[in-house]
């Protein structure tokens, strides 16, 4: 079996990946809060941890790996969009506002995951399907010492648990010299962090022993963990920006709540993207969405691009590294992906075949997708050089489909991106068929035989190509039902 390393964040260092149980490998990612799209650094770690699942279910097997992703959908920015539909006069109750407009943004996460090859987790549970066991949870840990009730709010009690800032490598006194702490008069100490929060007659909340009220953000994930995965699982992992607090309060509370089961044992976050080497911010004009760059291009470009591009940019750079988004890397993406559709063609996949061993080799330490890829084009380079294409793939099956076989491990080549990529060169050489059709003009204007005009003329209507002749321009356009077969057999 494929040796598999993973840095582990909680030992800060390379180790081999032993799941616990390797009939039943769990992972579990902090997902989105669903408030609004999501942007393009968003997708970074949902692009990182489907390769992992892509790697793990190859390793030991589609139905011995489980992979969850939770929807935040208890939020305070969820809140004020539903209140501000209500008091617009939409008579509906907040909680059902709420839930349109989570269900609506979880839609558009959804689609725009999908276009970037995302494969589903097996579990997305949302916080608001979990609140009982949230509040059961809660309750054992106030049992147990390492909680209390003030004022309607239930706090942890950071000081009960020994092991607190491990995972960050901090001690509690550097956190609250380094960052921003709400001191409320509730509090016994300053780290202390909310695990229940009441809610007045003007926010969703529900029934609990401390009266009307919601969970804290970091009870959810410890208590959708548990009741999907276990209390001992194999890997968690998110962004860097969740490793403190969100990460770290995840392990205090479930550490606690669940004494000698260990959580998870392997901790991975990726590092934070950036645009055109600058932090993305609205204030710098250089924050978009997903859903931008599908529909609008990168920034300057009047075109979208294909989520498969945004994930050849996003591979080219190892998960741990922060990652560059340039206008360039998405031009060569591009055109990378165009050279790759043309070997790959409609060669059907083939199951039964395995993946390039140094592409899984790469992909086994620690997710090297960047030496992945320089493996996988010197794959397809071996089958046909770049700038090369060909429509002769037939005495190439085999080793084409082994090429998708193993682009299959990163996600790319597939089949529902080759009528985009069929389209977008054959909307690139009708320019080409314009050209050659106005030089037949010419010529037949001269010798006045238009028999050649006339029969690629008829070939283009034919393959549903819209031809517009006037007095000095020959001018094509890609109909309905463009067959892209039929211009093919024209070249």
């Keep these: 079996m494929v040796a598999i390393k993973l840095h582990n964040t909680k030992t800060r260092k390379k180790e081999v990946f032993t799941p616990i149980d390797a009939t039943n490998v769990r992972m579990y990612v902090c997902g ?41 959908d208890v939020d305070d920015k969820i809140n004020a969009t539903a209140q501000a539909r209500k008091a617009a006069g939409d008579p509906r109750s907040l909680e059902a506002l709420i839930r349109e407009r989570t269900e609506e943004t979880i839609g558009w996460y959804h689609a725009d995951m999908d276009a970037l090859g995302a494969l589903r987790p097996d579990q997305e549970p949302r916080a608001t399907e979990f609140v009982p066991q949230m509040v059961t949870m809660i309750q054992a840990l106030i ?39 709400e001191v409320a008069p509730f509090k016994e100490y300053p780290m202390d962090f909310v695990l229940w929060k009441p809610s007045d007659a003007d926010l969703p909340g529900w029934q609990s022993p401390w ?35 969100h990460h770290e309060n995840e392990i205090a509370q479930s550490a606690c709540a669940h004494p000698g089961e260990g ?24 924050f978009f969405t997903v859903r ?16 498969e591009v945004i994930r050849l940019v996003f591979l080219q750079t190892h998960y741990r590294r922060p990652m560059d988004w340039t206008a360039e890397k998405t031009r060569q993406a591009l055109k990378t992906l165009d050279w790759l559709y043309s070997i790959v063609g409609e060669i059907p996949f083939d199951g039964d075949l395995l993946p390039n061993k140094k592409v899984v080799d790469a992909l086994s330490d620690d997710l090297n997708t960047s030496l992945a890829l320089t493996e996988f084009i010197q794959q397809a380079r071996n089958i046909r050089p770049e700038g090369q294409r060909s429509a002769e793939n037939d005495s190439q099956v085999a080793v084409v489909a082994e090429l998708k076989r193993t682009a299959g491990l990163l996600g790319l080549l597939s089949m529902t991106e080759i009528a985009w990529w069929a389209n977008s060169r054959a909307a690139n050489d009708l320019s080409l068929y314009a050209a050659r059709l106005s030089h037949l003009r010419t010529q037949a204007k001269e010798t006045k035989d238009f028999t050649k005009f006339d029969a690629l003329r008829s070939a283009l209507i034919k393959g549903g190509v819209e031809v517009r002749i006037s007095k000095d321009l020959v001018e094509l356009l890609p109909g309905p039902e463009m067959d892209i077969a039929a211009l093919e057999a024209l070249k």
């Design 211 to 245: 009266g009307k009220g919601r969970p804290g953000w970091h009870i959810e994930c410890s208590a959708m963990s548990y009741e999907l995965l276990g209390a001992h699982f194999d890997i968690h992992g998110g962004g860097l920006d969740l490793q403190f607090p």
């Design 292 to 307: 931008d760059l599908l529909f609008s291009g990168v920034p300057g470009d009047k075109m979208g691009v294909p989520g």
């Design 32 to 72: 989105p809060t669903v408030y609004d799209r999501a942007h393009l650094g968003n997708a970074r770690p949902v692009v990182v941890f489907d390769v992992l699942y892509r790697l793990l279910r190859h390793v030991y097997g589609t139905d011995h790996v489980t992979y969850a992703r939770n929807f935040t």
């Design 263 to 286: 959580f998870a044992n392997v901790w991975m976050h990726n590092e934070m993207l950036q645009v055109e080497g600058k932090k993305m911010s609205k204030s710098l004009g250089n």
């Design 143 to 181: 049992a147990s010492g390492h909680a209390y009730e003030r004022q309607g709010h239930v706090l942890f009690r950071v000081r009960s648990y020994k092991e607190y800032g491990a995972l960050s490598g901090r001690s509690i006194d550097d956190m609250i010299a380094g960052a921003r702490v």
